[in-house]
């Protein structure tokens, strides 16, 4: 969904290393959302928000932050990268207040420790 | 939110229909079933979702069972750009926040 745009697309660091990955919006949707994808598994969520004052931890959180920005902006960070973060993230935005119930995805950062 | 069980793969030929099942027994009342496609690691596509009664759009059909524990997506004429792992969840749309996407059925179109 070009709508939802993450940067970067690829990025290959070392472990011990802070990254970031951003995630803007042009839906001005309310909700955001991080998940990861591990190779040949389905998604899994790591933070979600509700607006730019809410964060709730997903499934699997340990190990990253968020920062809802604005309510276009919403940026997940590895504090200290660990190969077992290797993985496919994705962002997505939703806005049931809109009646767009359904999550509308970016094209996701691929993301390699070494 | 209700978990859902999808055969791991299906292949299709092309032009004809491609009729994904679904089976979500322990689906709640308030939970509506979404379906979504991931094409190769592309990011997941939103592709219908419906409460009880049956629903259409522009890329497909969905039929859901009458006791509401099972659904098909029906793809009518699939094309090779259809050929994705297809995501079928279980979640009510206040829940829409925690979608459990599970491993999917990969779907392969065949010339």
């Known amino acids: 969904d070009a709508d939802v745009t993450q940067t970067p697309r690829n990025r290959i660091t070392k472990t011990g290393k802070r990254i970031m990955l951003e995630c803007s919006q042009t839906k001005g949707h309310d909700r955001m959302y991080w998940y990861r994808q591990d190779p040949g598994l389905g998604l899994r969520l790591i933070y979600y928000?509700?607006?730019?004052?809410?964060?709730n931890k997903g499934e699997i959180s340990d190990g990253y932050s968020v920062s809802r920005q604005a309510q276009a902006k919403f940026s997940l960070s590895l504090e200290s990268a660990i190969p077992n973060q290797t993985a496919l993230y994705f962002c997505a935005t939703s806005d049931p207040g809109q009646g767009d119930w359904p999550q509308h995805f970016g094209d996701g950062t691929r993301l390699s420790i070494l | 939110d209700a978990k859902t069980t999808q055969p791991p793969s299906m292949d299709c030929a092309e032009g004809r229909a491609a009729n994904l099942p679904c089976n979500h027994s322990?689906?709640?009342?308030?939970?509506?079933v979404y379906w979504y496609r991931q094409i190769h690691s592309q990011g997941p596509q939103y592709i219908i979702h419906g409460l009880k009664n049956n629903e259409t759009n522009e890329m497909a059909s969905l039929i859901i069972t009458e006791d509401r524990k099972s659904s098909t997506l029906i793809l009518p004429h699939a094309t090779l750009r259809d050929t994705a792992v297809y995501y079928c969840i279980a979640a009510d749309q206040t829940g829409a926040n925690n979608l459990f996407f599970g491993t999917g059925t990969r779907l392969t179109v065949i010339p």
């Open positions: 928000s509700f607006d730019v004052k809410d964060i």
């Open positions: 322990t689906i709640s009342g308030n939970e509506y």
